[in-house]
């Protein structure tokens, strides 16, 4: 056999190329097998400690000063209570709100939907889906609210939001 026909393909066409172009092919130098090595160095054990040290007892502390506590007032707000039931709008899709209002109308009998600046319409959507697609459930809405809130802007001004709240009711007995 000719040792061109054992060549491979690339090796082929580089050597055409050299021969067309009048390049001197370049021999590549061999690369020897690395040498072995005859074993990895050993470690020394590390030295054995007989015993670990002891720590001497802690002093001892008089009991401390007692300090009379506080009489605890409980406070108790009726807006707090109500945030519990509020579902306030923002820019996820319509459907998470629907959905998380059918499931807090499972187990409280008022939700409000609440929405401000441009996401008054989103409160009303989403109020709307509930009441006229869920009818036979018997979701109705039982109060809205329109008031306005005063804003300090990122340039400082105050600006007056318009709100809406909108409170649905079940009806079923749940």
């Known amino acids: 056999m000719d040792s061109e026909s054992n060549k491979s393909d690339a090796e082929e066409i580089l050597s055409e190329f050299q021969k067309t172009h009048g390049i001197e092919p370049t021999v590549e130098p061999q690369v020897d097998a690395e040498p072995q090595v005859d074993a990895e160095p050993q470690v020394d054990a590390e030295p054995q400690v007989d015993a670990e040290p002891q720590v001497d007892a802690e002093p001892q502390v008089d009991a401390e000063p007692q300090v009379d506590a506080e009489p605890q007032v409980e406070i108790r707000s009726e807006h ?4 519990h039931n509020v579902i306030i709008m923002g820019g996820k899709p319509i459907m998470l709100y629907v959905t998380a ?3 807090k109308l499972a ?5 409000t939907i609440a ?3 441009k996401r008054i319409t989103q409160a ?6 509930i009441v006229k697609r869920m009818n036979e459930v018997g979701y109705e809405i039982s109060d809205i609210r329109i008031s306005s809130d005063s804003l300090v802007s990122k340039d400082g001004r105050e600006r007056k939001v318009s709100k809406i709240e909108i409170d649905l009711k079940n009806t079923s007995g749940n």
């Not at 009303?124 to 889906?129: A, E, G, K, N, P």
């Open 107 to 111: 187990s409280l009998p008022i939700v």
């Open 101 to 103: 209002t059918l499931g």
């Open 124 to 129: 009303i959507d989403v109020s709307q889906m």
């Open 115 to 117: 929405g401000r600046g």
């Open 80 to 83: 707090v209570e109500q945030t």
